[in-house]
């Protein structure tokens, strides 16, 4: 329970870092310009047709990723997309740029994963061509037990038309 409102908490700063939000819970210090929010509160009644759109592409990636098909993964992607997790920043030029093999072999032999779950999905800022969600990532294993879940930002574009996410920053161990 605990780790489940550590996670909360740094939705929430994820959320407030990223702008945006109703209501403010004050200052980090005396002084600061820099206020935390009460609460995550959810903007896509500000752009129910953006929020829409990319909430579509973002079940596009999910069942691509579970699915485990790169070439269907990667096209949810616009290019350059750019990945900041485990210290360090990953940038896909183009499709292609990295292995399924790699990629999903790697989550299956290391932690014997079957499938993510994404949960506590918020928008969290919107406009016409661009959504910011905070969700929480859950892995599973095939027997349904939970090996892990991490706290994320994704950000999806509109480009061309389509809806595609364009960078992505995550806790992911």
């Given at each position: ?78 290019h ?75 950000i ?14 995550s806790?992911?161990?």
């Amino acid at each position: 329970m605990a780790n489940r409102q550590r996670q909360r908490r740094c939705l929430a700063l994820i959320a407030a870092i990223a702008g945006g939000l109703a209501g403010s819970a004050g200052p980090l210090s005396a002084g600061s310009a820099v206020h935390r929010a009460e609460a995550v509160t959810d903007q896509s009644a500000r752009c129910p047709e953006a929020a829409a759109g990319a909430l579509a592409a973002f079940g596009r990636y999910a069942d691509a990723f579970n699915a485990r098909d790169m070439e269907a993964f990667e096209a949810t992607y616009h290019h350059p997309h750019y990945r900041l997790a485990q210290g360090g920043v990953r940038v896909d030029e183009r499709a292609g740029a990295r292995s399924g093999e790699a990629l999903f072999g790697g989550l299956e032999e290391r932690w014997g994963w079957d499938r993510t779950e994404f949960e506590d999905v918020v928008v969290v800022q919107c406009d016409e061509t661009k959504v910011h969600f905070v969700h929480t990532a859950v892995r599973y294993r095939a027997d349904g037990t939970e090996i892990h879940r991490f706290p994320s930002f994704y950000i999806f574009t509109l480009e061309d038309g389509e809806w595609g996410l364009k960078m992505r920053s995550s806790f992911a161990p």
